[in-house]
């Protein structure tokens, strides 16, 4: 008789079900319209996340409290959240028409809206990626939450531990605490978190802020007293969908609207039928590389054109930055700041309006129906596909749109290498599923090589959200023969619209040009460089800008 095999799981494949395991149930909870993060309805979220144990969490599984994942979170989400036990996620159900005041995290475009002490709620305008990436944070915080009470929390009646009192004392204060009280606090926080003086020193003031210097000690504050009265008191954190968002939901209703826009200005300004060259960047760098040198040269004599985008990219060069902005718009720029929910802005650049001799592209060798750009900034995880596949319709119903070339300029995080560095990939994986979208790039590593920039070149895994990398499952598909060599949210969404536009619906040309190219935001398998340990800083400006050069290069057929 044959002997059974043991066979056992590695743990990207652990990781992998434990992926699939978070994507079903988030849906599952959506459809059910409500439910308690901590409670029997979030077991099967928490599991998962602790199963996963993403990168960006760092000791999410631990005793001790995640700091550094911690403030990645708190920048994504609404300001005051960590004091409110209902959260609502709502669709655009004009709130912004009331006397509620919009709350925009610092690092993620959503309008969010404090109804009362208890309650926030949230927008959802960028598709189910928008869910998938604030149900993970709320998770991941509402753990650590969990983790603060059971260090502080004495019995089952109530009693807390001398250190959560003095905390408390000090939340208490309105002023901002002097020095010594701070330093107080912050030994009283440190024994709470399981974190030495030193570590939460190192990071309290990046939770600050002018208004609330002291926010740390808030939200550690609030986040231990919620989970305490989840236990002693049996009131449970609650999140919930609006009827709204789940009847609208996956319908493109903010896509339709964001790109009838675009298309109703292109016939306005008579561009309808010209060549079209969609860009998805940031919405500066195509902007800055056509006028920017030449308006700025005499300013900056004797400095490289990436010098210069380094001084525009600095967030107090609002002045040269409208310098430029104002050339552009005499010169055919229509700007398009967005009013349809995507938090998706456009600029439109009518290339024959373009004095090119005052440009960085004197040699620029247009056609005779001269191209126009529509530079979009970017989308956000399955949101890229909601834009894209709405863009690229016909014009109401029958008028074919000429898109000659669809460029992507992204973030991403690398798998070898550094941040900085340039990736062009010539495939996009779905993370989770077997779908895949092999694709010829018109971008080349070839093209970016001797600026002193490392460059990789191969498939990309598209992956449901940044919060959910994982160095088991990422060294898998670096290591494995699919070879994949960075990570990223919008390429397959992309790929897919642009696929099912141009080969099935017929909508576009047949030989439309794909251009995809990334910079390297972090690296998830290097420890102290994944999205927690920080931004790029002015390191991004010289891949940012050299992406940029090279899809207008091809589009103005410079060789």
């Known amino acids: 008789m044959k002997e059974t095999k043991n066979i056992s799981r590695s743990r990207a494949q652990d990781s992998s079900a434990a992926i699939e395991k978070m994507y079903i149930t988030m849906r599952h909870l959506f459809n059910r319209g409500f439910y308690k993060p901590m409670g029997i309805s979030g077991d099967t979220l928490r599991e998962a996340l602790l199963a996963l144990r ?31 036990r209902f959260i609502n996620l709502t669709s655009d159900e004009g709130y912004s028409k009331s006397h509620f005041k919009a709350i925009v995290p610092p690092k993620r475009r959503r309008n969010c809206y404090r109804i009362d002490e208890e309650q926030m709620n949230v927008e959802i305008t960028r598709g189910r990626s928008d869910i998938y990436d604030i149900l993970t944070h709320l998770t991941f915080i509402f753990i650590e939450s969990h983790k603060i009470k059971n260090r502080v929390l004495l019995d089952d009646v109530g009693e807390v531990s001398r250190d959560w009192v003095k905390l408390e004392a000090a939340v208490s204060q309105i002023k901002k605490l002097p020095l010594i009280e701070k330093e107080k606090a912050i030994s009283h926080a440190a024994n709470i978190l399981g974190r030495t003086f030193d570590e939460v020193l190192g990071i309290y003031d990046a939770f600050g802020s002018e208004t609330e210097p002291d926010r740390f000690l808030h939200v550690i504050y609030w986040l231990g007293k919620l989970a305490i009265e989840e236990v002693v008191d049996n009131n449970k954190r609650t999140i919930t969908f609006s009827p709204i968002l789940r009847e609208r939901l996956g319908h493109h209703i903010h896509g339709e609207v964001w790109a009838n826009n675009i298309k109703e200005v ?8 010209r060549p079209l060259h969609v860009i998805s960047a940031n919405m500066h760098s195509v902007m800055n590389s056509i006028f920017a040198t030449p308006i700025l040269k005499t300013k900056f004599k004797d400095k490289s054109d990436f010098f210069i985008y380094e001084e525009l990219s600095k967030s107090g060069a609002n002045e040269l930055r409208n310098q430029v902005e104002a050339v552009a718009l005499k010169q055919g720029m229509i700007s398009l700041p967005d009013t349809s929910g ?190 927690a340990s920080g931004g790029l800083g002015t390191s991004g400006v010289k891949p940012t800008y050299l992406i940029t050069i090279k899809i207008l290069e091809q589009i103005f057929n410079i060789k």
């Open 54 to 84: 993403p990168e960006i969490y760092g000791s999410i599984a631990d005793e001790k409290v995640e700091l550094n994942g911690l403030l990645y979170v708190i920048e994504r989400l609404p300001v005051g959240i960590e004091e409110c």
């Open 266 to 273: 292109l016939k306005a300004n008579q561009l309808l039928d």
């Open 342 to 531: 995507t938090n998706i802005d456009v600029q439109i650049f009518d290339t024959a309006k373009i004095d090119w001799s005052k440009t960085s592209f004197p040699t620029a060798n247009l056609e005779e129906k001269k191209p126009v750009l529509i530079v979009m900034d970017y989308a956000f995880g399955e949101q890229a596909y909601e834009t894209i596949d709405e863009l690229l319709k016909p014009y109401k119903k029958d008028t074919l749109l000429n898109v000659k070339s669809v460029s992507i300029m992204g973030k991403a995080g690398i798998l070898e290498g550094g941040k900085g560095d340039i990736m062009i990939p010539n495939a996009h994986i779905n993370e989770g599923t077997a779908d895949n979208y092999f694709f010829e790039n018109e971008l080349t590593a070839e093209m970016f090589e001797g600026n002193d920039i490392a460059i990789y070149a191969g498939p990309m895994v598209t992956v449901l959200g940044t919060s959910l990398q994982n160095r088991d499952l990422l060294k898998f598909f670096h290591e494995s023969t699919w070879a994949v060599i960075g990570l990223e949210m919008e390429g397959s969404y992309y790929q897919k619209a642009i696929q099912s536009a141009s080969k099935i619906r017929k909508s576009v040309p047949q030989d439309i040009k794909v251009r995809y190219a990334y910079y390297a935001s972090d690296n998830p398998l290097e420890t102290g460089s994944t999205l």
